[in-house]
């Protein structure tokens, strides 16, 4: 009898041991389930992410580009004197405000900028014309201009009364966005009296708009 109880004992101990490995490892095995299915959702979170979050940063990224390539008219090169129209009028002759309306109209067949203001030599001779301290701020900015599309600069004058110099011409050229100025062109004065005297002379920069229009 003694036996028979020690045997039960033993195997009921055996039993128990048994019921508490299996238990263990199924603990373990949920815990690395849980644990495997939780990465695989944080996995396929980050993927999901990472994904939306590329593509939000492609369409980002992408649609200052278009702005930028339409703001830049889609790589239009720098305009060139022997594709453009340059003209000059004398305004206000003899008046407080005489100047000459300088327009380059873009006669190409592309779109082309130009930049700071027109290096002018009167009567085609000296050093071009200095930057007029009174002109409105812009002068770095690009100004596109589509075929037949027009800039405006103007030519100040000052007249002390010696009249000094006296032309009815002058030479214009480009300038770069270095500062480089492009080969003179010459460009003969239009209207009522194309003949202009000065002392002093100066330019402003290219607008889309004409200056001093009264």
């Known amino acids: 009898m003694r036996t028979s109880r020690i045997r039960t004992a033993t195997l009921a101990g055996v039993t ?25 959702a944080g996995t396929a979170q980050s993927r999901s992410a990472s994904n939306g979050g590329g593509n939000e940063g492609a369409r980002s990224k992408t649609a200052p580009g278009e702005v930028a390539s339409k703001g830049t008219s889609t790589g239009a090169q720098q305009c060139r004197g022997d594709e453009m129209l340059l003209t000059a009028v004398h305004r206000f002759a003899g008046q407080q405000g005489d100047h000459l309306l300088v327009t380059a109209s873009n006669k190409g067949t592309k779109p082309c900028w130009v ?25 770095n900015t690009h100004i596109t201009l589509q075929p037949g599309g027009k800039a405006y600069s103007a030519v100040n004058l000052f007249d002390y009364g010696s009249k000094n110099h006296t032309a009815q011409s002058f030479a214009i050229a480009l300038r770069g966005a270095d500062g480089h100025v ?33």
């Open 16 to 40: 128990a041991a048994l019921a508490l490995g299996l238990t263990a490892c199924g603990g373990a095995d949920g815990s690395s389930k849980a644990a495997d299915g939780d990465n695989a």
């Open 182 to 214: 492009g080969p003179f062109y010459s460009v003969a004065i239009k209207g009522e009296k194309p003949q202009f005297s000065w002392n002093e002379a100066d330019a402003l920069n290219w607008s889309t708009k004409k200056p001093y229009d009264f």
């Open 115 to 139: 930049t700071s203001y027109p290096a002018v030599k009167l009567d085609g001779r000296g050093t071009a014309l200095p930057h007029s301290k009174k002109d409105n701020p812009g002068g």
